[in-house]
């Protein structure tokens, strides 16, 4: 990335940054076929005049996050950082194979459900030391939910960076017309709402869109029931009990009453079309909706769109919902982490995570950025807001994704197989039980040392 | 590679340094791997093996005993024959029919038709794959809009699991057929004008020249093109990969894509090794099938 006129100064900073790299390759190389003893030739030393740091970013953030590197540049004038951006859909398998090649960079952004996974790997650096001192980064300043998605036991691993949740984007105007002025509280009250929108909107709509290939929904809703997913130590699925089938069935009836249609994804070809067009009421979603709905929506529905937190399945307290997001996290095979560091705190003070927000559009994982922006007061973000206060992790097992596949593809096979509750519940957890026997084995072997 | 020397020692020298090049690249590059993959399927190479090596259990045939008793397994191998057994035969006799078509006598401007169904084949399936979802959309794609002007309900393409591996067979003809096309015009063009104006002159009508001259003497083509067709079509990924990722409800899952799920998104390097391995046998026993029947047909 240096210009063609560089300095002699730079050329030889870029040799001796180099040099090194040529001989992670060739370690690489060299584990993949089996041997792996030359790792200690590889330490040249680096005088440490001007560090250069390397920061993995994905997707739209991989790209805005470029503009607020010059100014920490400024402030930190022995730091050079080289951003990679990486698609979205490539991250993880680059940092698992970045891994396996002992190529992983200085930091980078992590989805914050693998942090359990990069910890195991031992991928990543413990923060603790570092966050115990901060002045910038406190845990106190954070939605407690989603810090807590970055620590395993004790030891932090990530800093989150932005957040993500979900919560329900629903048409004002047709919950009205159903004689609703506001989104219901309760899983009862809330059914009772879908059936009256379902009955205004008549053959061929649907009171709301909850598509059958995403993981979210039936993981959110068993949640709320109190459903932990895993057994504590996460060792067993716990999908047949009681409090996970109530969550199942009342999702499961959603379809089956045809309150919501029995589509995925891919198969609605323009979702903000059909929301506009009034195809269905409602629609459990993720943020950046909030900017994809000011986008696409017309103009003349801009007023009738709001959003509102998850019904809880009965009483006062709101439903939970996930804690999503990403985070930044230091890999321990890097050696330059105090450097690292310092970029994580300037990315985490308040004023660039406002930046940030206004950069991308995703939401800001410091709530005091919250407040500065406006956007805890915002009526269309408002429900994330409240939402992100009440948010859970999933269980902290590097297998959760796989895990979560089996479980909306259970709940497909009953909405559209019409495969009996009980026998996807019980195949579910024996597939879980089999997905988890790795790591039940390594438990136990850890237990026995 | 330092084999050592047979009998007649010089001849046996100089003929392994000129394979040795060829040697070692096919066997650097191609068994050594194969190998390794062999092994691979034998352990449970995963996530945690790649942290520490000491997490790795040679499990012996358990990764091959877990698939097959995987319900996954079996609906992936039952899609994989779906799309071969159904898109392989459709895919050569469209090819023949082209071929046929382009290279019959009263056509004009036979290189731009050429051209024309050759196209699909160049084109990146990506772009591709867009422009059929398209196509096939339940609502404003032009498929359900002709299947509605003649009286016929829409039909969800990709979004049925009943439909979506006949939309993906049909995506994968029009792919594919300009390639065997090719191959089948070259073969009617080695048929000699004599045997069709011999068989005129004994009266035989077009079909029976079609059947009795066309076909037996494109014997060979049309076995090589069914051949390739056949390996080329067990292993199906791309096509659903990117319409519709496997789904829905798993009837568009190949054993390719399953192998990738397994391997790439999930990292369970062993189990997916032992997918590859099936995925050979499964081959190989057509292949095998394939041969018997031939030479039945012959004898």
Redesign the interface.
């Known amino acids: 990335m240096i210009p063609h006129g560089s300095t002699e100064g730079a050329e030889g900073t870029r040799q001796q940054v180099r040099l090194p790299r040529a001989f992670r390759v060739f370690r690489a190389s060299v584990w993949n076929l089996g041997t792996a003893t030359i790792a200690a030739c590889a330490h040249p030393d680096t005088p440490d005049q001007t560090v250069t740091l390397r920061l993995w970013a994905f997707g739209r953030e991989g790209e805005e996050v470029q503009q607020l590197i010059p100014e920490f540049e400024r402030q930190h004038p022995g730091i050079r950082v080289r951003v990679q951006q990486i698609p979205w859909i490539a991250a993880h398998?680059k940092l698992?194979t970045a891994?396996?090649g002992d190529a992983t960079p200085d930091l980078a952004q992590i989805g914050n459900t693998w942090i359990p996974?990069f910890a195991?790997?031992?991928a990543l650096q413990p923060l603790n030391a570092w966050v115990d001192r901060s002045e910038v980064v406190d845990s106190a300043a954070y939605f407690g939910g989603i810090w807590n998605t970055n620590t395993i036991g004790d030891t932090v691993f990530g800093v989150p960076w932005y957040v993500d949740t979900r919560v329900i984007f629903y048409r004002r105007d047709i919950l009205a017309r159903a004689g609703y002025r506001e989104m219901p509280r309760t899983w009862a009250e809330w059914r009772r709402a879908l059936e009256a929108v379902k009955r205004v909107q008549g053959p061929g709509r649907y009171a709301i869109f909850l598509p059958?290939?995403e993981w979210a929904q039936p993981y959110v809703f068993g949640m709320q029931a109190g459903s932990t997913l895993l057994d504590s130590a996460g060792r067993h699925g716990t999908f047949s009990d009681s409090a996970f089938r109530r969550a199942f069935d009342f999702y499961v009836g959603l379809f089956e009453s045809g309150l919501a249609p029995a589509?995925?994804n891919?198969?609605i070809?323009n979702v903000y079309q059909e929301f506009a067009r009034g195809r269905f009421a409602m629609w459990i979603t993720g943020p950046w909706n909030l900017g994809e709905f000011r986008k696409r929506i017309p103009p003349d529905l801009q007023d009738d769109w709001s959003t509102a937190p998850l019904p809880a399945p009965s009483g006062d307290s709101a439903g939970v919902s996930i804690a999503g997001g990403a985070s930044l996290a230091l890999f321990r095979a890097s050696r330059h982490k105090d450097a690292a560091w310092r970029l994580v705190e300037f990315l985490s003070a308040r004023e660039r995570q406002e930046r940030f927000y206004r950069l991308t559009g995703d939401l800001p994982a410091r709530t005091d950025a919250w407040k500065a922006t406006g956007l805890a007061d915002d009526p269309q973000a408002r429900a994330f807001w409240l939402q992100l206060h009440r948010v859970q992790p999933v269980p902290k097992v590097?297998e959760v994704?796989?895990i979560a596949t089996r479980v909306f593809?259970s709940a497909?096979?009953v909405i559209?197989?019409g495969r009996p509750a009980e026998a996807a519940l019980a195949a579910l957890d024996r597939d879980v039980d089999?997905i988890l026997e790795?790591?039940r084995?390594?438990l136990d072997r850890e237990a026995a040392r | 590679m330092t084999a050592k020397a047979p009998s007649s020692a010089e001849q046996g020298g100089s003929a392994w340094l000129f394979l040795a090049p060829a040697l070692l690249l096919i066997g650097g590059f191609f068994f050594l791997p194969v190998a390794a993959s062999l092994l691979l399927s034998f352990t449970d190479f995963d996530i945690y093996a790649i942290a520490d090596p000491a997490n790795v259990r040679l499990l012996g045939l358990r990764n091959y005993s877990e698939l097959l008793a995987s319900p996954m397994f079996w609906t992936a191998l039952k899609n994989t024959f779906y799309f071969v057994l159904v898109g392989g035969p459709l895919t050569v006799a469209v090819s023949l029919g082209a071929a046929l078509l382009v290279n019959a006598r009263l056509v004009r401007f036979k290189s731009f038709f050429r051209t024309l169904y050759f196209a699909p084949f160049v084109t990146t399936l990506v772009a591709v794959a867009i422009v059929w979802r398209y196509l096939y959309h339940p609502e404003y794609g032009l498929l359900n809009y002709a299947l509605g002007a003649a009286g016929i309900d829409p039909v969800d393409w990709l979004g049925d699991p009943r439909w979506a591996m006949p939309a993906i067979i049909l995506l994968a003809v029009w792919k594919n057929f300009g390639y065997h096309m090719l191959i089948f015009i070259a073969g009617l063009q080695a048929i000699p004008e004599e045997l069709y104006e011999a068989a005129y002159l004994d009266g035989a009508g077009p079909w029976h020249r079609f059947r009795h001259v066309t076909l037996p003497m494109l014997g060979p083509t049309l076995v090589f093109v069914g051949l390739i067709t056949m390996i080329g079509f067990f292993q199906l990924f791309a096509e659903p990969y990117v319409m519709t990722q496997g789904g829905p409800l798993r009837s568009t899952t190949s054993l390719v894509l399953l192998m990738y799920e397994e391997g790439f998104r999930w990292w369970r390097m062993g189990y997916a090794a032992a997918v590859a391995f099936v995925l050979f046998l499964v081959i190989l026993a057509a292949m095998l099938i394939g041969r018997r029947v031939r030479r039945e047909e012959v004898a």
């Open positions: 398998e698992l891994y396996v996974e195991v790997l031992g059958t290939n589509l995925g891919v198969e070809a590097p994704e796989l593809e497909e096979q559209r197989g089999r790795k790591r084995w390594m």
